[in-house]
């Protein structure tokens, strides 16, 4: 079944800096690869996600690059803001289309 | 407003009580799953459902006991809770038949068993 490893499990950047989180993947046939977000004491909510057939999305300060060869994806967030601070999810399909699995998480922190 | 509803928000409870976490969603989502939320582990599946009267185990089921008979709702039930299954928990919705959709999540039930 797919697995997902994602790193690191923690990541201090100062106000303005960029962060970036990594996240590798079992199953070459996976094709949809969603991040989520989690503030504090929230539920996790999508924030970006990409498809196979694109090696790069972008909105605003967020974006999302794929190696479908190297099974990685990661996000970007440049300009990083205190309100950056949460916990990152990445996730892709399991084995169904409709099942998720999800990494460990990212406890991103933005230092004033 | 499309949304995923769980209820309670908090909740202690003693050893080996029955319990129930409701979830209803209003987007008419077929599937639907559960999630125990654990520092360090990330989002695990206890149970998922792909439509109504249709559950299956997911990574972490023992203990727990879910039910789909109708399509808003799939309860979460701990039939005699133990003090490892305090943890977060978070249900999920999205669509089944629409492939490459995004997953809405209930608000989190904090669970203690003491």
């Known amino acids: 079944g797919e697995n997902v490893e994602q790193h690191p499990s923690t990541l201090s950047v100062q106000e303005g800096d960029s962060a970036v989180i990594k996240c590798t993947y079992s199953d070459s046939a996976s094709n949809y690869f969603p991040w989520y977000k989690q503030e504090l004491g929230k539920r996790p909510q999508l924030i970006i996600d990409i498809r196979s057939n694109v090696g790069e999305k972008k909105d605003q300060r967020i974006a999302v690059t794929l190696n479908k060869t190297a099974k990685h994806f990661s996000l970007h967030i440049t300009e990083t803001q205190p309100e950056d601070s949460a916990v990152y999810f990445c996730a892709a399909p399991g084995d169904s289309s409709y099942k998720l699995i999800f990494g460990s998480g990212t406890r991103l922190l933005v230092r004033p | 407003e499309a949304q995923v509803t769980q209820n ?48 299956d185990k997911g990574d972490v089921p023992e203990g727990y006991k879910v039910s789909r008979k109708e399509k808003r709702n799939f ?22 038949t629409v492939p490459n959709t995004e997953a809405f999540f209930g608000q989190g039930t904090r669970l203690t068993v003491v």
């Not at chain 2, 409870?13 to 939320?37: A, D, F, I, P």
Request: charged share 15%.
């Open chain 2, 75 to 96: 309860p979460l039930i701990l039939e005699s809770p133990s003090p490892n299954q305090t943890s977060l928990y978070f249900c999920a919705s999205r669509f089944r």
């Open chain 2, 8 to 55: 309670p928000r908090y909740l202690i409870t003693v050893t080996g009580k029955k319990l129930t976490v409701t979830c209803s969603q209003n987007m008419n989502h077929e599937y639907m799953s559960w999630y125990r939320q654990d520092p360090g582990l990330g989002l695990r599946q206890i149970y998922y459902s792909m439509n109504v009267e249709v559950t």
